[in-house]
């Protein structure tokens, strides 16, 4: 079997990882328990605060037995992600190329060292994955991990899922849960077959000399161009303290979740025009405005922060492992009072970028991983984790779910809230995805720097209604 090592960028981010500043995503699914208690299912074995669930051995299912609906999801989760060959790999790195990693088998691969249950007497599951989000994967077994909050009702339950960058993205995350769930094909939903190797006939390597050559500086081109818009792309300068992890931090996070109407996010969409995620961006950039009055901070000035936008360059029909990443630079105009000229400003932000295309400006920095050896990302990883404040300053991203009803040993997905991963000096991560005809939001906080993240989401729920209210 050939090797499959890591793209570029999947290796980029295994190598920008350290323990304080974990690189994996994260997604909560809150459930509600429709099934009836004592219908017999698999369930994990007892324990106190956190608990692996009763997986077995690799193939094998585990035992059926009596319980609550999340003992019950536990078990379906460590009996099921046994046949998912996306999350029995690992990753190794290899000899040659020097630098490279690759994904190989996980020969011993045990669900109870990925799903856990988790007992904890918060009500609001966000305040639980806090410190789940914190803690890095093992690197040393397939980098994903499942954890069942089971709170004091005994009728609702959460899903903590954490993946890494380098096993996928955000859109390749949904894939890989999904799977796990009721109804779905288990290997066909994360099918990640091998990159084939073209074969080499005689004398073909010299007849594709001149495109090689003439690809390779289209290739360079594009990595100056890119290199050059992030220069233009200015210092992070004016940007709010807030936003501003220090070098002291504790490397601790601090989880928020907040649910809107899909319905009135179109109420403004249709009345001051643009995209669902013009308004969904603009509303970050009025909250920050709204919760920066609120800690008493200064007016903000200046063209505003440097939200990056992550784009996704996945075909449709294409595998949904790794990552296939480019992104936007969009400035967050906080210093414009008015909320509906803070949303043209975003639209009109955002038409320029979408005409330049994703291939193009300081946000298409991830390209720029393709031009780098595996050795350069090895031994400059740390460095390029040290420098993500010279690139950025919050990180906006909007994960896209289908119009599908998730369900968990037929207990039904009521909120699914995306999570990302923080980057070095940054205080502050925010994703969002829509299900079931609501908008969730996802904060991820360094807990040192932003212990008040619950007033953001409020701020939020403030802007929306802002908005609404002008367009009425």
């Not at 029909?317 to 936007?328: C, D, P, V």
């Amino acid at each position: 079997m050939a090797t499959e090592h890591l793209s570029p960028l999947d290796l980029a981010f295994w190598r920008i990882e350290s323990a304080a500043h974990p690189m994996h995503l994260g997604a909560l699914a809150v459930f509600e328990a429709s099934v009836p208690l004592g219908s017999g299912a698999p369930e994990p074995a007892s324990g106190t605060a956190a608990e692996p669930a009763s997986g077995t051995a690799a193939g094998r299912p585990a035992e059926p037995a009596a319980g609550g609906p999340a003992e019950r999801a536990a078990g379906l989760l460590a009996a099921r992600c046994a046949a998912v060959p996306g999350l029995r790999r690992r990753i190794r790195d290899v000899l040659l190329p020097v630098g490279a990693a690759a994904w190989s088998p996980d020969p011993g691969f045990d669900p109870a060292r990925h799903v856990f249950l988790v007992r904890t007497d918060a009500a609001d599951p966000h305040t639980a994955a806090g410190p789940l989000m914190a803690r890095p994967l093992d690197r040393e077994l397939p980098p994903w991990e499942a954890h069942v909050l089971a709170g004091p009702d005994p009728e609702r339950f959460a899903v903590l899922f954490k993946f890494h960058h380098a096993l996928a993205d955000g859109m390749g995350a949904l894939a890989l849960a999904a799977s796990l769930f009721d109804g779905f094909d288990q290997e066909a939903a994360v099918r990640t077959p091998a990159r084939p190797v073209p074969e080499q006939r005689a004398g073909s390597a010299l007849r594709r000399l001149p495109g090689a050559l003439a690809a390779r500086v289209q290739d360079v081109g594009q990595a100056l161009e890119i290199g050059a818009a992030v220069a233009r792309s200015g210092l992070p300068l004016g940007v709010p303290a807030a936003l501003v992890a220090g070098s002291e931090s504790s490397g601790a996070r601090t989880v928020a979740g907040l649910a809107l109407d899909l319905d009135e996010v179109n109420l403004v969409r249709k009345g001051a025009g643009g995209t669902v995620n013009d308004v969904l961006i603009a509303l970050v950039a009025g909250a920050l405005r709204r919760w920066l009055a609120g800690r008493g901070e200064p007016e903000p000035h200046g063209p505003g922060p440097r939200a990056l936008i992550p784009v996704s360059r996945r075909g449709r029909s294409g595998s949904t492992a790794g990552n296939r990443l480019s992104g936007y630079l969009l400035r967050l105009p906080l210093a414009e009072a008015d909320p509906l000229r803070r949303l043209d400003s975003v639209r009109t932000g955002m038409d320029r970028n979408k005409d330049a295309g994703p291939a193009r400006g300081a946000g298409a920095v991830a390209l720029l991983a393709d031009h780098v050896h595996p050795l350069g990302h090895r031994l400059g990883g740390p460095l390029v984790a040290q420098a993500a404040r010279l690139l950025f300053d919050i990180l906006v991203t909007s994960v896209p779910l289908p119009g599908l009803t998730f369900t968990l040993g037929g207990s039904r997905v009521r909120e699914v809230y995306p999570l990302a991963p923080l980057a070095r000096g940054q205080s502050l991560a925010v994703a969002v995805s829509t299900y079931q005809g609501t908008v969730h939001y996802g904060l991820v906080g360094d807990a040192d720097a932003v212990p008040d993240l619950e007033a953001l989401t409020g701020a939020l729920r403030a802007e929306l209604d802002e908005l609404v209210r002008q367009v009425s």
